[in-house]
Each structure stands twice: as C-alpha cells, then as structure tokens.
C-alpha cells in the first residue's frame, strides 16, 4: 500500500474537522497505516498545501484524503498539480457539505476502509472551470456552484459586516449572516445578465440569482438545480428575474425544494461553455468562497476529478 497523505481542516464545522481527524488517525495508527498529515492554519492554506504535496511529491501521491467543508476541497482542486492523474477522498467535516450530497460521499466510508469492512469505487466527475476576460491565464475550478448576484452580495456583506467583532465577542456570530441578508434584500440592486452558449446570445433584465451548478445541492441541502448531474461535462444555469423582497424569500423557500423551476421569472438552461456578462462588475461566488466579478466564461475542468470512496 503506498503512503496515504492527509489535508486537514481542523476548524471546518466548527471543530468538526479536528474531531473527524481524532477519529481517522487513532484508526490508521490502530491498523498500521504508513500516512502522513498536513492541517491546515488559516483560509486558503489548503490550497497551498495542495500544491506542495503534489509537486514535491509527484512520484508518491496517487491518492489525497481531504477532511474538511465544501471550501476545503475547492482550495485543494485548485492547488493540485495533475488534478486528473490523483485520487480524491474527501471525508465532510464541515457546516453545509453539499460536495459530499452531491457526490453521494458517505462520512462513515473511509473509517470502514481503513477497517477493511468497504472497498471503495473510483468515479470521474467534472469540475466547472472559470476563466477570467481581464486576466486568460487565470483560471479556477469549483465543484458545486457558483453563483453571481444576491447571495454573492449577501457572502460579502457578511464578511465585510460592521459589528460582526462585537457580535462574535457576545458569542452571537450566528447573527450575522442573517442581518447581512436582510441587508441585501433590502438595498440590492438587480442587473441585466448577458450570456452567450452556442452561438446564441440571450439578455435578461431584472436579475437576481444566475447559479451554475454542477449537481442539485446548493447553500446547504437546497436543490437549486434538481436535475444537474455531475457525471455531465455540462452545467444547469438557473436564472431568476423579476423578484421583490417578498418573492425573494418564497423564491429561496421554493428552491429548498426543488420546487422553484416552476416559478414565473425562472430560467433553467443546460450548457457546456457559457460567457457571463454583465454592464457593470457584479460579484459572485463559487463553492462559498467570493471569487471575483463578472465577466468570465464557464467550462468544464479539461480532465474529470476521480473521487475515491
């Protein structure tokens, strides 16, 4: 068996990581299994561990164990060199974990591997790649979604919340996602979205919400995209238009369903290459993680991810 190597969030899940990781690693010591861990220090760090492990130990690494949440695995996708060449498993430790259902990653999979009571299966999956108009050499890989607009503006809010130092000292940093977006329902600005998918370009006035999803689970368990599946090199674009602050939140109760596709103002495309435009520079995220603004062009990863587990 050659040598396991482990990236670790220890603050994923609020601690959950460093718990999961406990758990792992008495197995592994338990069972003799040769590995070695790198935990992770502070946002973005996964990624830089990705790199090194990958580069200065190319001729090793045939497989990577990433304990974490869904921002964990978007760091280390992105740090990897020969992202296509290298084994994945990914163990969910963290507050959303729309990877893992997704995925259909079981949390209990690899302590049973390492107890030889599972064995696991390999599965190609695509990653979405996004490529920057301002910048062609810069590129980046997401696995879930990302999404450009509301909750973009409701992410950024958050982290750039003016009493968000008071709050966590009065432990009630859980307020603070939901003022930021009460915030943003309240002074957000909808923008017209311009996009381009075979040949043909299509205007949307009035927007709110364009998501890109790489499989249904979106923002915790909602299913934003209920028939997107990841085993496609393709995306379902969902674009909602035309909300008040009153169908916003009926908007956003109706995707916890799946039931939103319906809705007056919804658009759902299925493409493989699609441009995102807008007048001005609006924000999105993707996996959770704020990335940049538009314009940028949607693709798929030039080679499928293999998940192990």
Not at 100 to 126: D, N
Request: a positive charge; aromatic letters at 12%; one cysteine or more.
């Amino acid at each position: 068996m050659s040598q396991w190597f482990f990236i670790i969030n220890p603050a994923a899940g609020r601690g959950r990581g460093r718990r999961v990781w406990k758990a792992v690693q008495k197995e592994l010591s338990k069972r003799g299994v040769e590995h070695r861990s790198f935990l992770t220090e502070h946002p973005g760090h996964a990624e830089v561990l990705a790199r090194q492990i990958s580069t200065m130990q190319d001729h090793k690494l045939k497989r990577l164990f990433v304990i974490g949440g869904d921002g964990t695995m978007h760091e280390v996708i992105n740090g990897l060199k020969g992202i296509g060449q290298i084994e994945l498993t990914f163990v969910p430790a963290g507050s959303y974990n729309d990877f893992s259902k997704g995925f259909a990653v079981k949390k209990t999979a690899l302590l049973q591997e390492i107890k030889r009571q599972h064995r696991p299966l390999t599965r190609k999956f695509y990653a979405g790649s996004v490529n920057f108009f301002h910048d062609k050499a810069q590129s980046l890989y997401f696995l879930n979604h990302l999404s450009v607009g509301f909750d973009a503006c409701v992410l950024k809010a958050a982290v750039n919340f003016p009493f968000s130092r008071a709050l966590r000292f009065l432990r009630l940093r859980f307020l603070i996602y939901p003022l930021a977006h009460l915030y943003t329902a309240a002074t957000f600005q909808p923008f017209t979205f311009v996009c381009t998918a075979g040949g043909e370009r299509r205007e949307f006035r009035n927007v709110w919400f364009v998501i890109a999803a790489n499989h249904p689970y979106y923002g915790g368990g909602m299913k934003a995209a209920p028939s997107a599946n990841p085993r496609e090199s393709s995306f379902d674009i969902v674009i909602a238009e035309h909300l008040s602050f009153v169908s916003l939140y009926r908007f956003l109760f109706a995707m916890s369903f799946g039931r939103h596709i319906n809705m007056d103002g919804v658009t759902i495309l299925k493409e493989k290459e699609i441009t995102f435009e807008t007048p001005g520079k609006i924000p999105f995220h993707a996996d959770g993680e704020l990335i940049g603004t538009t314009p940028f062009r949607l693709t798929p990863g030039s080679e499928p991810l293999r998940i192990k587990s």
